[in-house]
């Protein structure tokens, strides 16, 4: 799979709700970074069995439900392997029913068709906001 393919799976997961990453979707090793991430959250995962539990827990965890993911604009790199993706996410407050977005910039390198490196860069000012508003 190329690497736009994987990121339009990606999105019909989010879409789903269901884990974006799972074994056969992941390199064995496998970079998650999150550059902007808040204080006390990592800002870097190395290897599958670490993303995966990573994921697993924070997925579990998640007070929303998504409810669209558009991409807004894919950019090729020099690196066939590698993708800048704008996109946003919608999501719904499931206690409160409210909805609300957020824009994020993913840059993705794939090998073999499966994810080796996901750089999510995402503004947590405006993800806090998207999620007050929502429960407001």
Same mark, same amino acid.
């Given at each position: 799979?190329?690497?736009?393919?994987?990121?339009?799976?990606?999105?019909?997961?989010?879409?789903?709700?269901?884990?974006?990453?799972?074994?056969?979707?992941?390199?064995?090793?496998?970079?998650?970074?999150?550059?902007?991430?808040?204080? !006390?959250?990592?800002?870097?995962? $190395? +290897? =599958?069995? /670490?993303?995966?539990?990573?994921?697993?827990?924070?997925? &579990?965890?998640?007070?929303?439900?998504?409810?669209?993911?558009?991409?807004?604009?894919?950019?090729?790199?020099?690196?066939?392997d590698t993708i800048v993706?704008?996109?946003?996410?919608?999501?719904?407050?499931?206690?409160?029913?409210?909805?609300?977005?957020?824009?994020?910039? !993913?840059?993705?390198?794939?090998? $073999? +068709? =499966?994810? /080796?490196?996901?750089?999510?860069?995402?503004?947590?000012? &405006?993800?806090?906001w998207a999620l007050q508003?929502?429960?407001?």
């Amino acid at each position: 799979m190329t690497p736009r393919e994987v990121f339009d799976r990606m999105r019909e997961h989010w879409i789903a709700n269901e884990t974006v990453f799972d074994d056969d979707s992941l390199t064995g090793d496998v970079i998650l970074e999150m550059p902007f991430a808040p204080p !006390g959250r990592p800002s870097r995962i $190395e +290897g =599958r069995a /670490a993303v995966l539990a990573f994921i697993r827990a924070g997925h &579990a965890d998640l007070p929303f439900r998504f409810d669209d993911c558009r991409a807004l604009a894919v950019h090729d790199t020099a690196d066939p392997d590698t993708i800048v993706v704008e996109y946003e996410l919608t999501a719904t407050m499931t206690a409160a029913g409210v909805s609300a977005a957020a824009p994020f910039i !993913g840059v993705l390198t794939v090998h $073999e +068709g =499966r994810i /080796a490196r996901w750089r999510e860069y995402q503004n947590p000012l &405006a993800v806090a906001w998207a999620l007050q508003a929502a429960e407001s």
